[in-house]
């Protein structure tokens, strides 16, 4: 089964290091702000998710579309 989800430039996900793949600088959004800032920053930057941060910037979550759908928010 692994085999199959081999990538098309011969990327393994067996032996591929998150590291490797990871966005290193993600855009994120802080918690206090409101669900229709983080679609539309969203939508402008063509993500499906986003990391939602709190004040001292540490990470509480991670917002994706299917949340927001899932909400009845979109």
């Known amino acids: ?4 989800l081999k990538e098309d430039n ?6 591929t290091l ?6 290193k600088s ?5 918690e206090k702000n409101l669900a229709s800032e ?12 986003i990391p939602i941060i709190n004040s001292e910037n540490y990470l509480v ?7 927001l759908l899932k909400a009845g928010l979109i």
């Open 1 to 4: 089964m692994m085999n199959a």
């Open 10 to 15: 011969n990327t393994n996900l067996q032996t």
């Open 18 to 23: 998150l590291k490797d793949v990871m966005t």
């Open 26 to 30: 993600p855009i994120s959004v802080l």
């Open 38 to 49: 983080a679609l539309s920053l969203m939508e402008d930057k063509k993500i499906s998710a």
């Open 61 to 67: 979550g991670v917002l994706s579309m299917h949340d």
